[in-house]
């Protein structure tokens, strides 16, 4: 059952959660074929009342692989925020200069490539190099759901990358491993590189103490230190394939121990401004 608890931290005006889902309704957006788990219904309706509740102003909706690269249930939810909304789609090898141009009239700003084993494990890579050029041309970014194992294997690629990244939740480093942990430190190096940017989300994924997931805030403020002007925050509602089921309010209560209220602007306000042209 939803919280209905408000936060005690009072978000600035103009905050973005950069990383929600939305779901359903199902009889108009059907899950994909071959889907890798079948999430519940979680519609827009659902998360403008969550961010009525947490004082949010805009969202960046990321698309899972739930829907795969059929992105209409994001994009009609995209228009009808009234501009308050962007998004980060899938896509496939099927895509073309019509389809890609169609994704950024209707707010999308990034395409999205997981890694992860238990999501499909390892993209083509060939086609996410493609992918990268293609995109980095319209001012567009990649997002790379990434983990510990997947950023030590994948260092090279990594490296190699020239156009804006964006890593998802802290880059997936459980909070037992620690901050030296050798995929944490990976990480902030590549956050020296001005095209290189992080989410401080996912609390509740590496947390090991279970809620309210303070432990993780240590890696959260590494992250931030190492790149105010360059991070970002979500709280990765509706929580797909999640051990604890958070209260997003224990999620915004986390962001005081994160950063001071200067950096937390930046992180909140600016930084989503900024790379998904809100005004």
């Not at 990480?187 to 309210?212: D, Q, T």
């Not at 997003?248 to 900024?274: G, I, K, S, T, Y």
């Amino acid at each position: 059952m939803a919280s209905d608890r408000r936060p005690t931290f009072v978000l600035p005006p103009g905050t973005c959660d950069t990383h929600v889902h939305i779901w359903g309704p199902f009889d108009r957006y059907p899950v994909a074929k071959g889907a890798p788990y079948t999430p519940p219904e979680r519609t827009r309706e659902d998360l403008v009342a969550l961010h009525r509740r947490l004082g949010v102003e805009r969202a960046v909706i990321v698309q899972t692989t739930v829907y795969k690269s059929d992105n209409r249930a994001m994009l009609d939810g995209i228009a009808a925020s009234g501009g308050a909304w962007r998004g980060v789609a899938l896509v496939d090898e099927g895509f073309g200069d019509r389809d890609y141009q169609a994704l950024h009239d209707g707010g999308v700003r990034g395409v999205r490539f997981g890694f992860l084993p238990h999501l499909g494990g390892l993209p083509d890579i060939a086609f996410l190099r493609r992918t990268a050029d293609r995109i980095a041309a319209m001012g567009w970014h990649l997002v790379l759901h990434l983990d510990a194992a997947s950023i030590l294997a994948q260092e090279a690629l990594l490296r190699s990358l020239r156009l804006p990244v964006v890593v998802d939740h802290m880059g997936r480093v459980p909070v037992p491993e620690g901050t030296d942990h050798p995929a944490f430190r990976i990480l902030l190096e590549l956050l020296r590189e001005p095209n290189w940017w992080v989410k401080v989300s996912g609390a509740e994924r590496i947390s090991a103490a279970g809620p309210p997931f303070r432990d993780a805030v240590p890696f959260a403020r590494k992250l931030i230190e190492a790149a105010p002007d360059r991070t970002l925050w979500g709280t990765d509602w509706p929580h797909p394939n999640v051990r604890w089921e958070p209260d997003e309010a224990d999620l915004v209560d986390l962001l005081p121990d994160f950063a001071d209220a200067a950096a937390l602007r930046r992180v909140l306000v600016d930084n989503p401004a900024r790379l998904y042209g809100f005004p």
